[in-house]
């Protein structure tokens, strides 16, 4: 496997070459702008009116025995937080007299 070799010359010349034609380059980035920002309200604005989103007829199911389950492990978490011994550990920062 060969070892990449990286010109540091080069690539110390990239931010004066973009300091001396900084115009070109901030025009560059306005015109990128522009075509993302284009892209982007083709894809929210003009397509969502073109296909709208559909609607399921039916709604999904409520699992109810799931819902308690998981009340069930939620309260236990909850009691096992609330039990548990808060030990008072000394304050390492506070200078004692």
């Known amino acids: 496997m060969e070892k990449i070799k990286i010109n540091f010359n080069k690539v110390k010349k990239i931010p004066i070459f973009l300091a001396e ?3 070109l380059v901030s025009i560059l980035f306005i015109f990128l702008s522009l075509i993302l920002g284009t892209i982007v309200f083709y894809k929210y604005g003009i397509l969502v009116q073109k296909f709208p989103i559909t609607i399921q007829e ?3 199911n409520f699992k109810e025995k799931d819902y308690h389950e998981m009340l069930k492990i939620l309260q236990e978490r909850e009691e096992k937080f609330n039990n548990i011994n808060f030990e008072q550990y000394p304050d390492l920062f506070k200078t004692q007299h």
């Open 21 to 23: 034609k900084a115009f």
């Open 58 to 60: 039916k709604p999904s």
